[in-house]
């Protein structure tokens, strides 16, 4: 990839910038009643129900009501949303920062696979934390796969986007921190990078492939 040709990014949205942590939500699960959650659900392998409400297929209370049918009886609605949204950790201000610099020197968009319950908290947290109701000021446009009907890694997702935004492959980078999800990219033709999220964070990664201007 040649930095000078690098008009567009795509983000991904947790772990790259959102911090996360899918244990939490793992364990969440076990103390209501589910002993081996993360064989439902994990990073990188999920289960229908989840890709089911990941591409809106499903909503939320389908999605809750699914759940419940693994839970003793006793486990109420609020509970099972709570320990769904415990992996949703913080937003540095650092990488707010970041997003307003990037939006002044590239055409600057969101890709997340999502749902509606985590966008609903992410938002409250984000109120909480720093005082905004949205991302939708830091990025030209936000996609989530709950409102395409679609997800990465799938490579419609990602021709959609470049369709939409009237973005050429070839002088587009995308960033995530899921290994499936580039592989995606690259079959869309985007330039694409995998963040390692245990070696740096998305300032050093932007630091260190020079696209972070001055």
């Known amino acids: 990839m040649v930095q000078s040709t690098i008009k567009n990014i795509i983000l991904d949205f947790g772990g790259v910038l959102l911090n996360i942590d899918y244990n939490k939500t793992i364990e969440a699960f076990k103390q209501l009643g589910i002993p081996h959650f993360e064989k439902m659900y994990a ?8 890709n089911q409400f990941e591409k809106g297929e499903i909503s939320k209370e389908q999605f ?18 709570h320990a769904w949204n415990a992996m949703l950790l913080n937003f ?3 990488r707010l920062d970041l997003l307003l610099h990037l939006k002044q020197n590239y055409n600057l968009v969101l890709l997340s696979n999502t749902n509606f319950i985590h966008i609903e908290q992410f938002n409250l947290n984000l109120y909480s934390e720093h ?4 991302l939708k000021p830091f990025f030209q446009t936000i996609y989530f796969s709950c409102e395409m009907g679609m997800k990465k890694p799938d490579i419609e997702i990602f021709l959609e986007v ?11 980078l995308f960033i995530d921190d899921s290994p ?3 592989e995606g990219a690259l079959r869309a033709g985007i330039n694409a990078y995998l963040l390692d999220t245990k070696k740096e964070n998305i300032i050093e ?7 972070i201007k001055k």
């Not at 990073?43 to 989840?50: A, E, G, Y």
């Open 43 to 50: 990073q990188l392998h999920q289960t229908d129900l989840f």
């Open 64 to 81: 809750i009501e699914e759940l419940k049918s693994f839970l003793p009886t006793n486990i109420t609605d609020d509970a099972i949303v």
């Open 92 to 94: 540095p201000k650092e």
């Open 131 to 134: 005082g905004i109701s949205s």
């Open 162 to 172: 470049c369709l939409k935004e009237d973005f050429l492959p070839s002088e587009t």
């Open 180 to 182: 499936q999800h580039i």
């Open 205 to 211: 990664l932007l630091h260190r492939l020079q696209l």
